[in-house]
Each structure stands twice: as structure tokens, then as C-alpha cells.
């Protein structure tokens, strides 16, 4: 039977604690009640073990899918009229994983202790971002909890569409890419070698490019290990590059650069930009906090450098559209959108609407890249095979027309 070890206050108020056997959490707490105890926590001695949640010994894993349906689920169960601890306390019961039954344990036993939500969040920083965790001290302090738990679970939604149109719409050419590859380095290790074998016992000479593509071929099969150790090492040193501030930097900057790709990237990044700071905006959270927010989701550095710079600006009493248009990453309908709320006092739903202008935009470049790209991959793969089959061809020609003389 499993062991709880548990802390407690008595009807006289003393703090107890100790362990205790029983099957499961629920009747180590009715337990606890018969006893006449008030629980304040009650872990698993296996949990005690390995570590609490959001801790370096926590075993498990809690995605952004998992946050999402946990911020809809305790907003669904608040608005039903539900105090915020029994909520948790049915979360607990009600998810088939552990890693985020122990989350929910962790936040109940928080709230039971006197602690507010936000800063029971706040303890598993690998869970709940910063953006996450100030809304809910917003709501909190504004006394609307579920109203911004629903508003924070809509724009989770949002926004996890967003990353999967953009992985949805790169994963078919990302397939055929690797399709292609398997196909050549199969044709290289395997195919050719036994074809150069059945030439070379002939004993007659092969064209030219039969010749070389058995070269490269034999170098393949000879020196694959150089292959693997200069794409390790490559691998290697952008890893290392990328983990200074200059390197993260110049390879933000280079990626912003790039034909295509940098038009995904920042009209990608000026939605989420947009959708973030309304939504934080529309919640309470004060105007250069809301920028620091965003600064710190944003995944460019550059991109996050140039709002740093517009938040400094902002401090001398500037508005927002000005101090982002005097850098060099926002574009221009960005800020008149911006520039047009701000007159007219309709800040957040000028956000809204550079979010849905850009989500747009993105939606239409990545139709057009993956229509363009799809068949450009497909040819070049269907050229690099063509020409394989074609030298093993060319030889198969002059050996058989060898033979007719």
C-alpha cells in the first residue's frame, strides 16, 4: 500500500506531520479528516522522492496542448461556481497523466496554504511562461479570474493555430526532402556499387558519366565517417555559436534576411507581437510591463532588441507607435494601424486587428511558398534520380550494343 507523507494543522491549529498508509491520495486525505486534521499537503512518498513538480527531480513532461485544455477546463469550472482549490482538486482526480496530476496537486496544496494562483504558477517557470503567469495576478487583482482564464485559453488557441499552420504547411516539403535523400544515399550505398561490380568484371570501359557517378559512389561507401564527423561538427559549432548573445543575435538577424523564410518569420512574429499585447493590454497588465512580457516571448532576439529599445523610449512619455517607428524592424502599416488606435483611443482593438492582418499575411505567404516549393523539390529530387538512372542506363547501352557487334 502506498505511503503519504503529510503536513496538517489540528483543530487547535498546531502544525502536525508525518506518513501515513493508504491506497490512494483521496482516502490518505479522508484519513487525514478522521483524524480531525486540516490538510495543507499530501504527497506520495514517491513524489516526496523524486522531487516536486516544476523541480529539477520532476519526471515528466506537460506540453503547450496540456496548458491549454488545464486554462479552459479551470475557467469552465470557476464560471460553474466552483472555489478555486476544489477546482484543482478535480483536475487532479480527473487527468489520466501524472506529470499533470502533480502539477495540479502542487497548485491546489499552494492555494490551500494561503498562496495566490499567480504565485503558485510561478513555481514551475518550465510550464507556465511569464505571460501566463502575469495574466492570472491581472485577473486576480481585478477580481474577474475566469473572465481572463477564458479570454487567456482563447488566446492560447490563437495562437497554437497559428503555430500549426506554419508546421502543417512545412511538413510535406520537409517529407519529400527526406524521401529524396534516403532514396540517393540507398541508390549510392547499394544500388550503384553492385551495377560498378558487374561493369568492372566486363572489363570494358564505362562513359564518362557512369564513371563518375561510380566516383562518388565509392566515396560514399569509403568515407561516409568524414560525412557524419563534418555535419557533427558543423552541428557542433552552431550549437555552440548559438548559445552566446552575438551568435543568438547574428543568426536572428541573418534569418530575417532570408528571400522567403523572413517573410514568415516576421509576419509570424508581428502577429504573435500584436495578439500578445492586446491580450495583455485588454487584462490590466500596465503598458511597459505588457512590453517586457512580449519582449521576453518573442523567439528573435532582434526583433526583441528593437522592442527593448521602444520600451526605453516609451518611459518618456511617448506613445507607443512613435518609439516603434523610429527602429528598423516594424513595418509601416504596423505602425499606422497602431497610430490610428492610439488617436481614437481603440488601442487594444487596433492590436486585434494588426494580429488579424498579419495571420493573414502569413496564411497567404505560406500558400504560395509550399505551392512553389512543393513541385520545385519534386523536380530537383526527380533530376538528381533522372540523372543517377540515366548514367547506369548509359552503361547498360554500351555494354549491350558491345554485344550485338
Same mark, same amino acid.
Given at each position: 500500500?502506498?505511503?503519504?507523507?503529510?503536513?496538517?494543522?489540528?483543530?487547535?491549529?498546531?502544525? *502536525?506531520?508525518?506518513?501515513?498508509?493508504?491506497?490512494?491520495?483521496?482516502?490518505?486525505?479522508?484519513?487525514?479528516?478522521?483524524?480531525?486534521?486540516?490538510?495543507?499537503?499530501?504527497?506520495?512518498?514517491?513524489?516526496?522522492?523524486?522531487?516536486?513538480?516544476?523541480?529539477?527531480?520532476?519526471?515528466?513532461?506537460?506540453?503547450?496542448?496540456?496548458?491549454?485544455?488545464?486554462?479552459?477546463?479551470?475557467?469552465?469550472? #470557476?464560471?460553474?461556481?466552483?472555489?478555486?482549490? %476544489?477546482?484543482?482538486?478535480? #483536475? +487532479?482526480?480527473?487527468?489520466?497523466? %501524472?506529470?499533470?496530476?502533480?502539477?495540479?496537486?502542487?497548485?491546489?496544496?499552494?492555494?490551500?496554504?494561503?498562496?495566490?494562483?499567480?504565485?503558485?504558477?510561478?513555481?514551475?517557470?518550465?510550464?507556465?511562461?511569464?505571460?501566463?503567469?502575469?495574466?492570472?495576478? @491581472?485577473?486576480?487583482?481585478?477580481?474577474?479570474?475566469?473572465?481572463?482564464?477564458?479570454? !487567456?485559453?482563447?488566446?492560447?488557441?490563437?495562437?497554437?493555430?497559428?503555430?500549426?499552420?506554419?508546421?502543417?504547411?512545412?511538413?510535406?516539403? #520537409?517529407?519529400?526532402?527526406?524521401?529524396?535523400?534516403?532514396?540517393? *544515399?540507398?541508390?549510392?550505398? *547499394?544500388? =550503384?556499387?553492385?551495377?560498378?561490380?558487374?561493369?568492372?568484371?566486363?572489363?570494358?570501359?564505362?562513359?564518362?558519366?557512369?564513371?563518375?557517378?561510380?566516383?562518388?559512389?565509392?566515396?560514399?561507401?569509403?568515407?561516409?565517417?568524414?560525412?557524419?564527423? #563534418?555535419?557533427?561538427?558543423?552541428?557542433?559549432?552552431?550549437?555552440?555559436?548559438?548559445?552566446?548573445? +552575438?551568435?543568438? !543575435?547574428?543568426?536572428?538577424?541573418?534569418?530575417?534576411?532570408?528571400?522567403?523564410?523572413?517573410?514568415?518569420?516576421? @509576419?509570424?512574429?508581428?502577429?504573435?507581437?500584436?495578439?500578445?499585447?492586446?491580450? !495583455?493590454?485588454?487584462?490590466?497588465?500596465? *503598458?511597459?510591463?505588457?512590453?517586457?512580457?512580449?519582449?521576453?516571448?518573442?523567439?528573435?532576439?532582434?526583433?526583441?532588441?528593437?522592442?527593448?529599445?521602444?520600451?526605453?523610449?516609451?518611459?518618456?512619455?511617448?506613445?507607443?507607435?512613435?518609439?516603434?517607428?523610429?527602429?528598423?524592424?516594424?513595418?509601416?502599416?504596423?505602425?499606422?494601424?497602431?497610430?490610428?488606435?492610439?488617436?481614437?483611443?481603440?488601442?487594444?482593438?487596433?492590436?486585434?486587428?494588426?494580429?488579424?492582418?498579419?495571420?493573414? +499575411?502569413?496564411?497567404?505567404?505560406? %500558400? =504560395?511558398?509550399?505551392?512553389?516549393?512543393?513541385?520545385?523539390?519534386?523536380?530537383?529530387?526527380?533530376?538528381?534520380?533522372?540523372?543517377?538512372?540515366?548514367?547506369?542506363?548509359?552503361?547498360?547501352?554500351?555494354?549491350?550494343?558491345?554485344?550485338?557487334?
Amino acid at each position: 500500500m502506498p505511503t503519504f507523507q503529510y503536513k496538517a494543522k489540528t483543530r487547535a491549529g498546531e502544525m *502536525v506531520s508525518g506518513s501515513l498508509a493508504a491506497g490512494d491520495r483521496r482516502a490518505a486525505l479522508a484519513e487525514l479528516g478522521k483524524l480531525g486534521f486540516f490538510p495543507l499537503a499530501v504527497d506520495s512518498a514517491e513524489t516526496e522522492r523524486d522531487g516536486k513538480p516544476g523541480a529539477p527531480g520532476f519526471k515528466g513532461r506537460v506540453k503547450p496542448r496540456d496548458v491549454l485544455m488545464f486554462t479552459q477546463q479551470l475557467s469552465s469550472l #470557476l464560471r460553474s461556481g466552483m472555489s478555486l482549490s %476544489k477546482a484543482l482538486d478535480t #483536475l +487532479e482526480r480527473r487527468t489520466q497523466k %501524472k506529470a499533470l496530476s502533480a502539477v495540479f496537486g502542487d497548485l491546489r496544496n499552494g492555494i490551500v496554504q494561503g498562496e495566490s494562483l499567480s504565485d503558485s504558477l510561478a513555481k514551475h517557470p518550465k510550464i507556465f511562461s511569464r505571460f501566463f503567469v502575469n495574466l492570472i495576478k @491581472a485577473g486576480e487583482a481585478s477580481g474577474a479570474l475566469d473572465d481572463v482564464l477564458l479570454r !487567456l485559453g482563447k488566446h492560447q488557441q490563437q495562437m497554437a493555430e497559428v503555430r500549426e499552420k506554419v508546421v502543417g504547411a512545412l511538413l510535406y516539403p #520537409l517529407v519529400i526532402v527526406c524521401v529524396g535523400i534516403l532514396v540517393i *544515399v540507398f541508390f549510392m550505398l *547499394v544500388m =550503384v556499387p553492385r551495377f560498378a561490380m558487374m561493369f568492372k568484371e566486363m572489363g570494358r570501359t564505362m562513359p564518362l558519366p557512369t564513371r563518375i557517378l561510380i566516383g562518388i559512389s565509392d566515396a560514399f561507401v569509403g568515407y561516409w565517417w568524414v560525412g557524419v564527423l #563534418l555535419i557533427g561538427g558543423v552541428v557542433m559549432a552552431y550549437r555552440i555559436r548559438v548559445r552566446t548573445p +552575438e551568435g543568438r !543575435l547574428a543568426l536572428d538577424g541573418w534569418k530575417l534576411r532570408l528571400p522567403v523564410f523572413g517573410g514568415i518569420i516576421m @509576419a509570424n512574429a508581428f502577429a504573435q507581437f500584436a495578439r500578445t499585447l492586446a491580450t !495583455l493590454l485588454e487584462n490590466g497588465v500596465p *503598458v511597459l510591463s505588457a512590453l517586457q512580457i512580449v519582449e521576453d516571448t518573442m523567439g528573435n532576439r532582434v526583433i526583441a532588441n528593437e522592442l527593448r529599445e521602444a520600451r526605453t523610449r516609451v518611459t518618456d512619455g511617448t506613445s507607443l507607435s512613435q518609439p516603434l517607428a523610429k527602429g528598423k524592424i516594424f513595418p509601416p502599416l504596423l505602425i499606422d494601424m497602431l497610430a490610428v488606435g492610439e488617436e481614437s483611443g481603440e488601442v487594444v482593438p487596433s492590436l486585434t486587428n494588426i494580429a488579424d492582418t498579419y495571420e493573414s +499575411e502569413l496564411s497567404r505567404t505560406l %500558400k =504560395v511558398f509550399t505551392t512553389l516549393l512543393e513541385p520545385a523539390i519534386i523536380i530537383f529530387m526527380a533530376m538528381v534520380v533522372g540523372a543517377i538512372v540515366l548514367s547506369v542506363l548509359m552503361a547498360v547501352f554500351d555494354i549491350t550494343s558491345g554485344i550485338g557487334k
